[in-house]
Every structure is written in C-alpha cells, then in structure tokens.
C-alpha cells in the first residue's frame, strides 16, 4: 500500500534551518508529483512546495527563497531544506501524492516543526 513517512522536524530557533525528508513507497514515485504541505495552528492545510516528475518546482510565497524542494528518484525520497526558519513556519509539515484518474490524496503522518527562541 501507498506510505509516506516524513522525518527531520524538530525545535529550531529563528534564523536556523531544518532538513524535511519523505519516504515513498507503494507507487511508481518517479512518475509522480510530490508536495509538502503544512498546517499551522487553527490555520487549513496549505501547500508549501510541490516537485514534478521533471523536477520543477514552485512554491508558497511565504517560503520562496527561503525553502528549496528535490527528489531522489533512485531513493524514492523527497526532500524540504527550510532555511531561515521564522515563527509563522511553525506547523506540522506533510508530504502529500496524488494518485489515479481522481487524484486521491495520500498523506503521510506528518513532523512537526516548532521555531522558537
């Protein structure tokens, strides 16, 4: 079966960084779209970062520049390097795929990450 398993959330002070990683199984991975959702306190889930199958990338506006997204399709891994954390990236962070003609959503567990001094 599909599983997602995400690790590497933690307790960061502002200004640091944090290195999400996601393990797939269960689907062809290389032949998918991955993302990286969150959800902050009493706030919906909202995508953060989203990676093709030919490695191209988008992101939220509240991470651009600070986030970068990739894929190792010969791990089945993707991965979240979040740099200069604030306060507000404070959620828990999921990695999500989509699969078949209606696109039903797979999620993993989930980490959390916590920025705070």
């Known amino acids: 079966q599909v599983q997602l398993v995400e690790s590497g959330g933690g307790l960061v002070q502002p200004g640091g960084a944090l290195r999400l990683s996601c393990a797939a199984s269960?689907?062809?991975?290389?032949?998918?779209?991955i993302g990286w959702y969150r959800q902050r306190p009493g706030k919906e889930r909202e995508l953060v970062a989203h990676i093709t199958i030919g490695g191209t990338t988008n992101y939220a506006d509240s991470v651009k520049g600070r986030f970068t997204i990739s894929r190792d399709n010969a791990k089945n891994t993707v991965s979240l390097q979040m740099n200069s954390l604030k306060p507000e990236d404070t959620a828990v962070y999921y990695c999500?795929?989509?699969?078949?003609?209606?696109?039903?959503?797979?999620w993993g567990q989930g980490t959390q990450v916590t920025v705070s001094s």
């Open positions: 269960g689907f062809s991975f290389s032949y998918n779209d």
């Open positions: 999500n795929v989509k699969l078949g003609l209606r696109y039903r959503d797979y």
